[in-house]
């Protein structure tokens, strides 16, 4: 898929959201990437570039105090060739941007991996 068309997909994930989030998505960057690259899977301890379609890197609103002023964005990074590979169908890749673009956001809101994996698990019951 052609990039401006992808990023046209997760611009919709963003649109999606639920307007009490939107506003509060301050002093982030979100991009689109081809592959996450050898420093990213580094500090994901990932070996295998194909398992990271995703990354929040930055201080969690959680973890902001008075002094949190005057720094550089924060950055969710969407990877749009393990997306895609993990995707048959555009319908399935939309849903696909859509939940890892959630899943980033929730770890700009403080959210780590452990909760979000038992809200996933709470959400199938």
């Given at each position: 898929?052609?990039?401006?068309?992808?990023?046209?997909?997760?611009?919709?994930?963003?649109?999606?959201?639920p307007l009490e989030f939107k506003e509060l998505l301050d002093n982030i960057d979100?991009?689109?990437e081809d592959w996450p690259s050898s420093?990213?899977?580094?500090?994901?301890?990932?070996?295998?570039?194909?398992?990271?379609?995703g990354l929040y890197e930055g201080v969690p609103i959680t973890q902001r105090d008075q002094g949190y002023n005057l720094v550089l964005p924060d950055k969710?990074?969407?990877?749009?060739?393990?997306?895609?590979a993990q995707c048959r169908?555009?319908?399935?890749?939309r849903n696909e941007i859509a939940s890892v673009v959630q899943h980033e956001i929730a770890h700009h809101f403080g959210i780590d991996d452990q909760r979000l994996n038992e809200i996933e698990r709470e959400k199938r019951k």
């Open positions: 898929m052609l990039r401006n068309k992808f990023e046209v997909l997760v611009v919709n994930a963003l649109a999606g959201l979100i991009v689109v420093v990213q899977l580094r500090k994901m301890k990932l070996k295998n570039k194909y398992e990271l379609l969710i990074t969407i990877f749009q060739k393990p997306l895609e169908s555009l319908k399935e890749l």
